[in-house]
């Protein structure tokens, strides 16, 4: 399977701008240039640069565990210790990933960390409690490039009773929660400017 530049970089977590760079220093040539002149690389050797071993040794399982705010940390140590008592129970080892921030926040130290790993062939494995607990929203997309690369998604509480009107009414709330709090912030910045 081949890739454009912008998807390898993607893949290798650089820039395409470092690509090029690298190809012009022949430390990475891409596999082929199409008619138009654009650089293509095979996941097989992109793969091998990027130190990955094709048959799955030294992969990691990966549990991961989110909360919004500061005055959830409790529910994280709650949630971390179920990940890791399953992780026990089905795994001979694995790294727990904590994050702190919203299901909407796609800038997230820990969250930035697990899609770097799946995206250099580092996972076989990616644990969670929940669903919503990876991502509010788009959470469908890293399942989907997980199956890409062959990584086996657990989540030890499916929501399975709930019924769609329950989904979405937790997704209107999210996204209220995520206004009002953006809304608030701009508005207290604004009040210390004012006030200094």
């Not at 097989?44 to 990966?62: Q, R, T």
């Not at 919004?68 to 795994?91: A, G, P």
Request: with cysteine.
């Amino acid at each position: 399977m081949y890739l454009s530049i912008s998807e390898a970089s993607i893949y290798l977590g650089v820039s395409c701008c470092t690509l090029r760079r690298w190809d012009k220093s022949n430390k990475l040539i891409p596999d082929s240039l199409t008619p138009g002149g654009h650089r293509t690389y095979s996941v097989s050797n992109l793969k091998s640069f990027s130190g990955v071993v094709a048959d799955g040794e030294n992969k990691k399982v990966i549990a991961y565990s989110r909360v919004s705010s500061h005055d959830q940390k409790e529910d994280l140590k709650r949630q971390s210790q179920v990940l890791n008592t399953y992780c026990i129970k089905e795994f001979s080892g694995h790294e727990v990933i904590e994050d702190l921030g919203s299901g909407m926040n796609y800038k997230k130290k820990g969250l930035r960390k697990l899609i770097n790993m799946i995206l250099s062939g580092q996972v076989s494995d990616i644990v969670l409690t929940h669903k919503d607990r990876l991502l509010r929203f788009g959470s469908e997309i890293i399942f989907l490039i997980c199956k890409f690369f062959g990584i086996r998604v657990h989540i030890i509480h499916e929501d399975k009773n709930l019924s769609e009107e329950q989904l979405l009414a937790f997704d209107v709330l999210e996204i209220i929660t995520v206004f009002s709090a953006r809304l608030y912030g701009k508005r207290s910045h604004k009040n210390v400017k004012i006030t200094c």
